[in-house]
C-alpha cells in the first residue's frame, strides 16, 4: 500500500499494525519523513513500513506496482490534482483501489474569509465538492464506487484546533508573537469554516475507487 502525503506517518502505521501489508509512505517534509522513519523503527515495524521524499504529481514508483493507494486529508492541498491523481493511477495494479478522504467545498458561496492565505493552511482555500474529486479520478481512469459524506468531522476538527490555539494563547502567547505567530487571526478563519458546515458549503467526504482490470 502506498500512503500518499503521509504527514508524520499515523495513517501508514496504524494500518500496517491492523492489517498485514506492507507500506509505503511518501511526503514533500524532510522532516515528516524522518520522523515517520523513526515512528516505524520504534513501533517495531521497520520491516514492513517506510517513508520517501516524494512529490504526490511526481511520485517515482513503478507502474502498477501498488495493490492500494490511501491519500488522507491532502488532495485539496495539491497545486495539479489532476496530475497527482494520474499518479495515483499509474501506480496502481489492474484492479487496484484508492480511497481519499478530503475537505470539500461549495465554491461559489465560499465566504472571502475562507479564500485567504489563513484558508490555504485550513486546506479550504483550493478544495473543491466531492463530485468534482471523483471527476478528477474518473478522468484519472478510475472508477469512483463510493462517495461518503463524513460533513461532522470537520466541526470535530475545529474544536480540536480552538483547544489547541487556546493552550497556545495561554502558555506559549509571547514566542509565538515572537516568531510572527498571531493566534488571534485564526479565531475568524476558524469561526467562518464552521459558519460554512452548518450552512452546507464545506464538508468532508471519502471516495473510493478502483482501477479496472
Known amino acids: 500500500m502506498l500512503d500518499i502525503a503521509s504527514g508524520r506517518g499515523t495513517s501508514a502505521l496504524t494500518i500496517a499494525t491492523e492489517y498485514d501489508v506492507s507500506m509505503v509512505g511518501v511526503d514533500l517534509s524532510a522532516a515528516n519523513v524522518a520522523l ?5 523503527q520504534a513501533a517495531g515495524l521497520s520491516g514492513r513500513v ?29 497545486p495539479d490534482k489532476p496530475a497527482a491523481a494520474a499518479e495515483f493511477a499509474r501506480v496502481l495494479r489492474p484492479g487496484g483501489r484508492v480511497g481519499i478522504t478530503d475537505v470539500t467545498v461549495d ?14 493552511v485550513a486546506c479550504v482555500a483550493d478544495a473543491r465538492p466531492a463530485a468534482e474529486y471523483a471527476n478528477i ?12 459524506h463524513h460533513d461532522a468531522t470537520i466541526g470535530r ?5 480552538e483547544a489547541r490555539l487556546q493552550f497556545l494563547r495561554l502558555t ?4 509565538l508573537e515572537a516568531n510572527g ?7 475568524p478563519v476558524l469561526g467562518a469554516v ?10 468532508y467526504a471519502l471516495l473510493v475507487a478502483d482501477k479496472p482490470a
Open 36 to 40: 515517520s522513519n523513526g515512528a516505524a
Open 50 to 78: 517506510g517513508f520517501r521524499l516524494r512529490d504526490a504529481e511526481k511520485l517515482s514508483v513503478s507502474d502498477g506496482s501498488v495493490d492500494a493507494v490511501v491519500c488522507e486529508c491532502a488532495l485539496c492541498t495539491f
Open 107 to 120: 465554491p461559489d458561496r465560499l465566504p472571502p474569509e475562507l479564500t485567504t492565505l489563513g484558508a490555504w
Open 137 to 148: 479520478l474518473t478522468m484519472a481512469g478510475l472508477r469512483v464506487s463510493v462517495i461518503e
Open 157 to 161: 476538527m475545529i474544536d480540536q484546533i
Open 172 to 175: 506559549s502567547r509571547a514566542r
Open 181 to 187: 505567530v498571531d493566534v488571534e487571526r485564526a479565531g
Open 194 to 203: 464552521r459558519t460554512a458546515v452548518a450552512d452546507g458549503v464545506h464538508g
